[in-house]
């Protein structure tokens, strides 16, 4: 019989599977951050000035919510469908503003 001392004699947890959402939280995390570096490239070019940046984010936020919602949420109850606008909105915003900010101090 193995020794499953190290683990306090239960057996290793299963990794539950994926929430249905998690997806979506995920590719607005990566999108945030792909957005805020865009933004901070086209913020540089002459003759545009910050707010061409926060349009390309609203742009790239919607792209991900109509993008989802065509992809993976078709068939999703009409009731749920704040749910896909709402997911991972705190985290784009939040790293789309940090990496803006970020590589303008670096750059």
Same mark, same amino acid.
Request: glycine content about 10%; overall charge positive.
């Given at each position: ?39 901070? =490239? ?53 790293? =789309? ?11």
């Amino acid at each position: 019989m193995p020794d499953n001392s190290a683990t306090g004699g239960h057996r290793p947890e299963v990794p539950s599977p994926p929430r249905p959402f998690d997806k979506l939280y995920w590719l607005r995390v990566a999108s945030g951050i792909l957005a805020g570096v865009v933004a901070e =490239f086209i913020w540089k070019l002459p003759g545009f000035d910050w707010t061409i940046g926060i349009t390309l984010g609203l742009l790239v936020y919607l792209l991900t919510y109509y993008g989802a919602r065509y992809a993976w949420y078709r068939k999703l109850e009409t009731s749920k469908l704040g749910k896909v606008y709402t997911t991972g909105i705190g985290s784009f915003v939040i790293l =789309f503003i940090f990496t803006w900010i970020l590589l303008a101090t670096l750059l």
